[in-house]
């Protein structure tokens, strides 16, 4: 029988995912933080914004595709504990929390 989502012996299924998922949070809010705090004095630091406004967007959409893989890949043995769908609601939170900032009237 082969698994499509191999793990290590005594590792939950989905563990991977989940890291991955983690990890795209952080750099996403590392570059979220930078986007948000420095303002662009000419055209190359606003293309330099833009560029990582683009970046988070597409970190925060991969955090949450990884966070919803390694959640279905833990329900597949019955595991639906708060932990295994917290990197999904973080993405989340995280990509609303940016929109939010990015287009909210000033």
Same mark, same amino acid.
């Given at each position: 029988?082969?698994?499509?989502?191999?793990? !290590?012996?005594?590792?939950?299924?989905?563990?991977?995912?989940?890291? &991955?998922?983690?990890?795209? !949070?952080?750099?996403?809010?590392?570059?979220?933080?930078?986007?948000?705090?420095?303002?662009?004095?000419?055209?190359?630091?606003?293309?330099?914004?833009?560029?990582?406004?683009?970046?988070?967007?597409? %970190?925060? &959409?991969?955090? %949450?595709?990884?966070?919803? !893989?390694?959640?279905?890949?833990?329900?597949?043995?019955?595991?639906?504990? %708060?932990?295994?769908?917290?990197?999904?609601?973080?993405?989340?939170?995280?990509? %609303?929390?940016?929109?939010?900032?990015? !287009?909210?009237?000033?």
């Amino acid at each position: 029988m082969t698994e499509d989502t191999p793990h !290590f012996p005594g590792e939950a299924p989905g563990t991977a995912w989940r890291v &991955a998922a983690w990890l795209a !949070f952080v750099i996403a809010s590392a570059m979220a933080w930078l986007v948000l705090m420095n303002g662009s004095r000419d055209w190359l630091q606003t293309v330099a914004v833009m560029g990582g406004a683009l970046l988070v967007f597409v %970190l925060c &959409a991969l955090g %949450l595709l990884f966070g919803i !893989f390694g959640a279905a890949a833990s329900s597949t043995v019955g595991d639906r504990r %708060l932990v295994v769908m917290l990197p999904v609601w973080a993405n989340a939170a995280l990509l %609303l929390g940016f929109v939010t900032a990015v !287009f909210a009237p000033r």
